[in-house]
T-cell receptor, first 112, second 111 residues
Framework: NAGVTQTPKFQVLKTGQSMTLQCAQDMNHNSMYWYRQDPGMGLRLIYYSASEGTTDKGEVPNGYNVSRLNKREFSLRLESAAPSQTSVYFC???????????FGQGTRLTVV | GQQLNQSPQSMFIQEGEDVSMNCTSSSIFNTWLWYKQDPGEGPVLLIALYKAGELTSNGRLTAQFGITRKDSFLNISASIPSDVGIYFCAGLSAGSYQLTFGKGTKLSVIP
């Protein structure tokens, strides 16, 4: 049982480059999330998708776009990476509104 | 927006000691969750609390959902080296899809 799978695990980008972080879950969950984690800041929500076909902004959406490709997959895109986007990115999924979230292992992104 | 205050920010304890950490909120939550994050890994769910006043145990871990629904605590008894990591609380409001996270408590266990 894979749970939540994120790819890639590590990435180094140059300022201005674009890339897409991939996330897939095999738990048939309705809701999916993207968080970033920075030292001393905890986990901050970037975007989420409450259900297939919907996406909403979280606390820190600027500089990011998302796509809920289908029920299983939720991708995060950086169109023009900036050093301030150096962070660890976590994808998570939940079955419904009042349930616990399960996390992937993270993508460590460095923008130079 | 909602804010969660988690304390302490970090702790150094001797192996075998008990640990207590807590979270307080400026607003009411319907669900409280406690996660642990090991270095280089994603957060892993430890305990989920769904009812005010609920006290739930998972091995050496015990967590409580405060009566006011604005706080929760996590206790770890007889700590061991593998308890090292960052512990996060998270809250969910009724009908909300967004988890609000505390900033974490970094636990170090001295053998």
């Amino acid at each position: 049982n894979a749970g939540v799978t994120q790819t890639p695990k590590f990435q180094v980008l140059k300022t201005g480059q674009s890339m897409t972080l991939q996330c897939a879950q095999d738990m048939n969950h309705n809701s999916m999330y993207w968080y970033r984690q920075d030292p001393g800041m905890g986990l901050r929500l970037i975007y989420y998708s409450a259900s297939e076909g919907t996406t909403d902004k979280g606390e820190v959406p600027n500089g990011y776009n998302v796509s809920r490709l289908n029920k299983r997959e939720f991708s995060l895109r950086l169109e023009s990476a900036a050093p301030s986007q150096t962070s660890v990115y976590f994808c998570a999924s939940k079955a419904g509104s009042n349930t616990e979230a399960f996390f992937g292992q993270g993508t460590r992104l460095t923008v130079v | 927006g909602q804010q969660l205050n988690q304390s302490p920010q970090s702790m150094f304890i001797q192996e075998g000691e008990d640990v207590s950490m807590n979270c307080t909120s400026s607003s009411i939550f319907n669900t409280w969750l406690w996660y642990k994050q090991d270095p280089g890994e994603g957060p892993v769910l430890l305990i989920a609390l769904y009812k005010a006043g609920e006290l739930t145990s998972n091995g050496r871990l015990t967590a409580q959902f405060g009566i006011t629904r604005k706080d929760s605590f996590l206790n770890i008894s007889a700590s061991i080296p593998s308890d090292v990591g960052i512990y996060f609380c998270a809250g969910l409001s009724a009908g909300s899809y967004q988890l609000t996270f505390g900033k974490g408590t970094k636990l170090s266990v001295i053998p």
